[in-house]
Nanobody
Framework: QVQLVESGGGLVQAGGSLRLSCAAS????????MGWFRQAPGKAREFLAA????????DYANSVKGRFTISRDNAKNTVYLQMNSLKPEDTAVYYC???????????????????WGQGTQVTVSS
C-alpha cells in the first residue's frame, strides 16, 4: 500500500514552467514504476509520463515530449514532473500514480496504475 500526495500546481502564464512533486508514503516506493496523468474538464484521463523503478528508463506522451521531464528520488520517496513551455491546453488536474503497468488494447499501448494521488490543479493562462 502506498499513499501519494501531489504538490506544486498553480496558475502560470503560457510559456512558463512549473514543477510538480509527488511524495509517497511507505518503504516500498523504490519498488514501483511511477507516472503522471492529467484530466481536463470533460475529457478522459491522459497519460503523460512514466519512470521505471530505478529511474533509468522513461516514457512520455507525444503531447508533452520535449516539454515535460519526469524524475524520481528514491531516497526521498518523491517523483517529480518538470513542465516547461506550458500551453493553455495543459490546463488540467494532474495526478501522480504508482505501480504502473502497461498493456496493449488492440494497437494502443496504455498505462494503468494501482495507486493514485488526489490531484493538483494546473492552470495555464493565455
Amino acid at each position: 500500500q502506498v499513499q501519494l500526495v501531489e504538490s506544486g500546481g498553480g496558475l502560470v502564464q503560457a510559456g512558463g514552467s512549473l514543477r510538480l512533486s509527488c511524495a509517497a508514503s511507505g518503504r516500498t516506493f523504490s519498488r514501483y514504476a511511477m507516472g503522471w496523468f492529467r484530466q481536463a474538464p470533460g475529457k478522459a484521463r491522459e497519460f503523460l509520463a512514466a519512470i521505471r523503478r530505478s529511474g533509468d528508463n522513461t516514457d512520455y506522451a507525444n503531447s508533452v515530449k520535449g516539454r515535460f521531464t519526469i524524475s524520481r528520488d528514491n531516497a526521498k520517496n518523491t517523483v517529480y514532473l518538470q513542465m516547461n513551455s506550458l500551453k493553455p491546453e495543459d490546463t488540467a488536474v494532474y495526478y501522480c500514480a504508482a505501480d504502473l503497468s502497461g498493456r496493449y488494447y488492440g494497437n494502443r499501448y496504455e498505462y494503468e496504475a494501482n495507486y493514485w494521488g488526489q490531484g493538483t490543479q494546473v492552470t495555464v493562462s493565455s
